[in-house]
């Protein structure tokens, strides 16, 4: 299983990058049972994340944000 294609996939059926990067986590979970995060962008900008480790840290900028949103946790 490739997670970021698979990840993209999801992203191209005009999914929310949230729900995208959720149900990439998902497949990889019922496929091989691994543990693994990503993070997606889309053309709109915006962001989604999602993982199944027990810690995954997550740090973005949008145009017109001053600071950079910093996540530990979800």
């Known amino acids: 299983m490739v997670l970021a294609k698979t990840a993209i996939d999801f992203l191209s059926e005009d999914r929310h990058p949230e729900e995208a ?3 990439a ?4 979970v019922s496929q091989v049972k691994g543990e693994a995060g ?4 889309d053309r ?4 989604g994340w ?6 995954m840290a997550c ?3 949008t ?5 950079v949103a910093v996540f530990t946790k979800k």
């Open 38 to 41: 990503c993070i997606l962008i």
């Open 21 to 23: 990067a959720q149900m």
């Open 44 to 47: 709109q900008g915006r962001v």
């Open 59 to 61: 740090a973005y900028m």
């Open 50 to 55: 999602a993982y199944n480790s027990s810690h």
């Open 63 to 67: 145009e017109g944000q001053d600071k």
């Open 25 to 28: 986590i998902d497949t990889l």
